[in-house]
């Protein structure tokens, strides 16, 4: 069966460590996986997207890569911080022309002072 | 900064009686998005819509779902005949192209309550 996964329920780190977010997919082969912050009671809010053909992306202190063997995202926040503290989800797109994207249950990150 | 805003942010329904939940997408964005997510559980994807049409739909938006785009700025999903299972929030998001490769924007939600 299809399945996303991504690691822990919650995860708490030190304030200035570098938090290490995985999303494990089976019986999937995404075009793209796109990685969203949610905080309570509001709607995802995208960061950053990665194609099939790219390894790795960047945009600030945050972080993407895409291993299609592995089938496995990580994404990683450095440097971080007290307010990067929320639910982080992964997102696949299955083809190149769909529109629709399928979520991962999401990982409650908590940057602690 | 532009937002995509839905209104209302809580509705609260009888089992049985029809919603329309009312989405207001980015002005120059082109493709429309419908998710819910159950409390604690993931967001889920509803249906898509472009050009007057819809352009996918999951397994779970059947015959008691449509959607609309009723004038130039407003998008609205309308459950028919509300069930107890159909409490959720209720996200709309939009985007400028509709290919998987773009980034959608949501909005902050409406939480629908069936009682």
């Known amino acids: 069966s299809q399945k996303i996964e991504q690691n822990s329920e919650a995860l708490n780190i030190q304030e200035g460590k570098t938090a290490t977010l995985t999303c494990n997919y089976t019986?999937?082969?995404?075009?793209?996986l796109q990685w969203y912050r949610q905080d309570p009671g509001r709607g995802p809010v995208f960061l950053l997207l990665?194609?099939?053909?790219?390894k790795e992306k960047r945009k600030e202190r945050l972080k993407v890569t895409f291993d299609t063997t592995l089938k496995q995202s990580l994404f990683h926040i450095t440097a971080s911080q007290p307010a990067d503290s929320a639910t982080y989800l992964c997102?696949?797109?299955?083809?190149?022309?769909?529109?629709?994207?399928?979520f991962g249950t999401g990982t409650r990150l908590k940057v602690l002072a | 900064e532009p937002e995509v805003t839905q209104t209302p942010s809580h509705q609260v329904t009888q089992m049985g009686q029809e919603v329309i939940l009312r989405c207001v997408p980015i002005?120059?964005?082109?493709?429309f998005y419908w998710y819910r997510q159950i409390l604690g559980q993931k967001v889920e994807f509803l249906v898509s819509?472009?050009?007057?049409?819809?352009?996918?739909k999951s397994e779970i938006f059947d015959d008691q779902f449509s959607v609309e785009r009723p004038d130039g700025s407003n998008f609205t999903l309308k459950i028919r005949s509300t069930k107890l299972e159909d409490s959720a929030m209720y996200f709309c998001?939009?985007?400028?192209?509709?290919?998987?490769?773009?980034?959608?924007?949501f909005g902050q939600g409406t939480r629908l309550t069936v009682v």
């Open positions: 998001a939009s985007s400028g192209r509709g290919a998987a490769n773009t980034e959608a924007f």
């Open positions: 997102a696949l797109g299955e083809t190149s022309g769909t529109y629709k994207y399928i």
């Open positions: 990665i194609r099939e053909n790219e």
């Open positions: 819509f472009y050009n007057n049409e819809i352009s996918e």
């Open positions: 019986n999937y082969s995404p075009a793209y």
């Open positions: 002005s120059n964005h082109l493709y």
